[in-house]
């Protein structure tokens, strides 16, 4: 585990902005409750509660990954009327303390999805 500073610095900060994500011209998200986590020089991304996705769209997928910053992270497909996006979904189901917050959300990459919408 290694910790965020001011080689790779990680910042969490409440999103007060509606934002939604679509696909197939569904939203599969929607949210006012969203984190927008920066992370080095990565782009920011924007990780929506649980509570705020259309699970009925999701489905675990093999793939997962390892983060030394914020731990393991498992991924979705989606499936939307035909559509099927693989992996575009990911979650760390038990991050490691530095981004705790982003626990019970998931982030969606945005070329795998038809938009993320970023509205007041």
Not at 58 to 73: E, L, N, V
Not at 82 to 109: C, K, L
């Amino acid at each position: 585990m290694k910790l965020p500073g001011p080689d790779h610095p990680i910042t969490i900060t409440p999103e007060t902005r509606r934002v939604r994500v679509l696909v197939a011209g569904i939203a599969v998200a929607d949210t006012r409750r969203a984190l927008r986590l920066a992370e080095g020089r990565y782009e920011p991304v924007f990780y929506v509660p649980r509570d705020d996705i259309r699970q009925e769209h999701f489905a675990a997928s093999a793939r997962t990954s390892h983060c030394p910053y914020k731990g393991d992270a498992r991924y979705f497909d989606l499936a939307v009327d035909g559509t099927n996006r693989p992996d575009a979904v990911w979650s760390y189901e038990a991050p490691y303390p530095a981004v705790a917050a982003i626990r019970e959300h998931v982030a969606f990459y945005p070329d795998r999805v038809d938009a993320i919408l970023v509205t007041d």
